[in-house]
């Protein structure tokens, strides 16, 4: 009886496990897709005239560079031609959690210092770190 219960409870794990999997897995090809309809409905945009656009804006090079990699290495979709006018969090799925830590490494590699409690404190009173601009504003504010 202990043995088939044993048995039993391995089997409901496994095939939890397994749900888990394949579920995670139509996620991540359902968030390809969505990446992929975004770009087919603009205008390819580089690297270079994506760190242009945002140096017109008064932003530093290293900071717009810095932020552009940081969240390319974290999209589904690798390569994905990131634009100024996207959303990282409804257009990219980047959890906003992980783009208020962005917005802190992006701070880092900016000041060269971590933000204190009140700078800190600012990224949580401007409600989000959901798109570029945000982030940037965030990295290169004057204490």
């Known amino acids: 009886m ?7 409870l391995l089997l409901i794990f496994i095939i939890v496990i397994l749900i888990l999997m394949i579920s995670s897995r139509i996620s991540v090809t359902i968030n390809q897709a ?4 975004l770009n087919q409905n603009r ?3 580089s690297k270079d005239a994506f760190i242009d656009f945002y140096m017109d804006k008064g932003y530093t090079e290293k900071a717009i560079s810095f932020l552009y990699d940081e969240v390319q290495k974290n999209l589904t979709r690798k390569n994905f031609p990131l634009h100024p006018d996207d959303n990282l969090h409804s257009d990219y799925f980047l ?10 490494r992006t701070f880092r590699a900016v000041n060269y210092r971590s933000p204190n409690i009140e700078e800190e404190r600012k990224l949580n009173r401007s409600g989000s770190a959901d798109t570029f601009e ?10």
């Open 2 to 8: 202990v043995a088939w219960l044993t048995a039993l």
């Open 34 to 37: 969505k990446l992929r309809l």
């Open 43 to 45: 205008g390819e945009m």
């Open 95 to 104: 959890h906003r959690d992980y783009l208020k830590e962005v917005a802190i």
């Open 134 to 143: 945000q982030i940037l504003d965030f990295s290169q504010m004057v204490p």
